[in-house]
Each structure stands twice: as C-alpha cells, then as structure tokens.
C-alpha cells in the first residue's frame, strides 16, 4: 500500500523556521509531481507550493520568498522549508504526491505560530 508521510510539524516564534517533509512509499519517484497544502481552521484547504519531476517550483503568493520547496528523488522525499514563518501560516500541512494521474496525500503535520 503506497503512503505519504509527513514530518516535521511544531510550535515555532514569530519570525522562526521549520523543515516540512513528506516521504512517499511508492516507486518511480523521479516522476511525480509534490504539493504542499495546508487548511486553517474551519477552511478548505488550500494549494501552497509545487514541483514537478523537472524540479520546477511554483508558489501561492502568500509564501513566495519565504517557503521553498524542494525533493530529494534518492529519499522519495519532498520538503517545505518554511522561513519567517507569521501566526498566519499556522494550519495543518498536507503533502500530495501524484503519480500517473492517482493522487495520495499524507494525514497532514501541525504548525503553530505563536509567541
């Protein structure tokens, strides 16, 4: 059975910094494609970042220039470095991973910004 696992969530200050990891089971990992999603409370959950097998990244305004995102294809792993993190970026963290047009997405990993 294919899974997604995140890491990497927590309590962080204003201004702080986190590491997000996501590690998929599955194989061929070179060519899939790795989102980061996050959902506030009471919200729908919403797109943050990509990348794609050619390394490309793209991100939703409210994080450009202070997340990245990046993949590891030896690990299976994508990650989010979250830099400057603002109490407004405290949700719960979901990776997905598509691969031959199925998705999987991981349980999510909390992030608290707050002094």
């Known amino acids: 059975q294919v899974q997604v696992v995140e890491s990497g969530g927590g309590l962080v200050q204003p201004g702080g910094s986190l590491r997000l990891s996501c590690v998929f089971s599955?194989?061929?990992?070179?060519?899939?494609?790795g989102d980061w999603y996050r959902q506030f409370p009471g919200k729908q959950r919403e797109w943050v970042a990509s990348?794609?097998?050619?390394?490309?990244?793209i991100y939703d305004d409210s994080v450009k220039g202070r997340f990245t995102i990046s993949r590891d294809n030896a690990k299976n792993t994508v990650s989010l470095q979250m830099n400057n993190l603002k109490p407004e970026d405290t949700a719960v963290y979901y990776c997905?991973?598509?691969?031959?047009?199925?998705?999987?997405w991981g349980k999510g990993t909390l992030v608290t910004v707050s002094s």
């Open positions: 997905r991973i598509v691969k031959s047009a199925r998705e999987y």
């Open positions: 599955g194989s061929f990992f070179s060519g899939v494609v």
């Open positions: 990348i794609d097998s050619n390394e490309s990244t």
